[in-house]
């Protein structure tokens, strides 16, 4: 099945390629992966900036501008709608479905580093939690239970959305410029981008193995 879609990837011109991904579908995509924080939005941007690449030139470097304003806005869109939720559920006694959905996504190890995180650098530890892999429910959830106003979040987030485009464009870029191909650029993007988001959360692991390890050691 795999070999048929890069098949069928291959085939395509550039110009059917530009169609598929759409810049109307790359919004829809980034703003729903803010919601439902389990679609891969990082490796979708980078496939766009592969896409858009090709699509460049030296003279008219629109394209990729244009891939960058649409992730941004629909990252920070899908932020605000996401906090909003959270918010009503922070207000609510019974909290709310949202709410729920973020605490069950974030461990009480995470949760507590992500509020001593904002306890100490403020609004721009948001800029952080966005460029790190899944970094940024744990910071969001801690920003709901501060109370922090959406004003203030979205000042802190609209930098943080910004960052974050900018960032798995450039990957995009760089995966798509080592390949004279659309579907070789977004290939390498796209395993590029998967081996960043794993990278964390095997760290994550060691960690937790290497502390296991002395608990068993003091005992």
Same mark, same amino acid.
Do not use: I, K
């Given at each position: 099945m795999t070999g048929g879609l890069l098949a069928a990837v291959r085939d395509l011109p550039p %110009?059917?390629?530009?169609?598929? @991904?759409?810049? /109307?579908?790359l919004f829809l995509l980034v703003a729903l992966g803010a919601l439902v924080p389990v679609v891969p939005t990082g490796a979708i941007v980078s496939s766009a900036a592969v896409v858009a690449l090709h699509q460049s030139s030296a003279v008219s470097p629109f394209p990729l501008l244009l891939v960058f304003l649409v992730a941004s806005a629909a990252a920070f869109l899908g932020d605000l709608a996401l906090y909003w939720l959270g918010r009503r559920g922070v207000r609510s006694r019974n909290g709310s479905r949202w709410l729920a959905a973020l605490r069950s996504r974030v461990t009480p190890d995470r949760l507590a580093h992500a509020? %001593? #995180?904002?306890?100490?650098? $403020?609004?721009? @530890?948001?800029?952080?939690? =966005?460029l790190v892999p899944a970094g940024r429910i744990p910071v969001m959830l801690a920003c709901l239970l501060? =109370?922090?106003?959406? =004003?203030r979040f979205a000042r802190g987030d609209a930098a943080a959305c910004l960052a974050w485009a900018a960032t798995y464009q450039l990957i995009g870029i760089l995966g798509g410029s080592l390949f004279? %191909? /659309?579907? $070789?650029?977004?290939?390498?993007?796209?395993?590029?981008?998967?081996l960043v988001s794993a990278v964390p959360a095997l760290w994550r692991r060691v #960690?937790?193995?290497? =502390?296991?390890a002395l608990r068993h050691e003091d005992a």
């Open positions: %110009e059917s390629t530009q169609q598929a @991904v759409g810049y /109307p579908s509020q %001593e #995180r904002l306890d100490s650098h $403020q609004v721009s @530890v948001l800029v952080l939690s =966005r501060a =109370r922090m106003p959406l =004003r004279p %191909e /659309p579907w $070789q650029g977004v290939v390498a993007a796209v395993g590029l981008t998967l #960690r937790g193995g290497g =502390r296991d």
